[in-house]
């Protein structure tokens, strides 16, 4: 792996290289292995939480996590092209606008003991502003290449606070065009529900329940590229135990086995109709 610049990123991008960095800042990192039509993002995956914050914040370590998406890098490691958040989303949130990046409070609790400084602020969302150059400069090479592209959008989300049942699976496609995309999004679903789970977990999806695709990846992405789908993919946190932290690596591993071959055969069927032929 490279330690990388934003811009040093954006020039081997611009250049077609292949690379596996990791942001100056250490903030997100990027992996492409070869150039093709679909990557992977997981913006919510990070955990590092910068130090100079950690005697302003309310919330503990595992009060931060438990709102993290962890394990949603490793879900889609394997396929060719990933790019992924470093950075707790209590530092700065990569699926909210620049302007909402920074919380004043989560999920019901103020965040911070006295108001941020300006130039921590700064130091965020100069983060922010760095991932989405990237991820612009990736994009704009792949519809470049390929006439279209498809993002597979990941998340996780804590199915024991709902008070009735939800999907292991939800897709979220609010904010994608359904007169052009509708049939990609449920044939997606389809796919997802056809995962096999360790234990006998049923693999139930749904499309708009827990979650609607509102966030800012999904919607940048959308509005400034006419033709690259993003699929705001959700899984419940199914793997783990989300009160505790612990990890299940055996259902982490099952999930990663079967996106590798099931999500390369989603994206081709999305090119055949959408690429460049």
Request: net charge negative; proline share 3%; glycine share 4%.
């Amino acid at each position: 792996m490279l330690r990388l610049s934003p811009q040093e990123m954006i020039q081997k991008i611009n250049a077609q290289e292949t690379f596996h960095g990791v942001a100056t800042d250490y903030s997100f990192t990027l992996k492409i292995d070869r150039y093709t039509y679909y990557l992977c993002g997981a913006v919510h995956d990070g955990h590092q939480f910068r130090q100079d914050l950690w005697e302003k914040c309310l919330h503990t370590t595992q009060e931060r996590w438990y709102e993290e998406d962890p394990c949603t890098k490793q879900m889609v490691q394997s396929m060719p092209i990933v790019i992924a958040g470093c950075d707790s989303r209590f530092e700065y949130d990569l699926n909210r606008a620049p302007e909402v990046a920074i919380y004043q409070d989560a999920w019901g609790k103020q965040l911070w003991k006295e108001p941020l400084t300006a130039s921590q602020k700064e130091e965020s969302l100069v983060k922010h502003t760095n991932f989405y150059k990237v991820v612009d400069a990736l994009v704009s090479k792949i519809e470049s290449l390929f006439g279209a592209a498809i993002v597979y959008d990941m998340h996780s989300y804590n199915w024991k606070r709902w008070d009735r049942a939800v999907p292991v699976v939800n897709l979220g496609t609010h904010n994608i065009d359904n007169s052009r995309y509708s049939a990609f999004a449920k044939a997606w679903c389809e796919v997802l529900g056809s995962i096999d789970l360790p234990y006998g977990i049923e693999t139930t999806t749904a499309i708009n329940d827990t979650f609607q695709g509102n966030g800012y990846f999904l919607k940048y992405i959308t509005q400034n590229f006419s033709n690259t789908l993003v699929l705001a993919t959700e899984f419940s946190k199914i793997y783990c135990d989300e009160y505790s932290g612990v990890i299940f690596p055996e259902i982490v591993a099952a999930i990663e086995a079967q996106l590798k071959v099931k999500m390369p055969a989603h994206a081709k069927e999305f090119y055949s109709s959408q690429g460049s032929k």
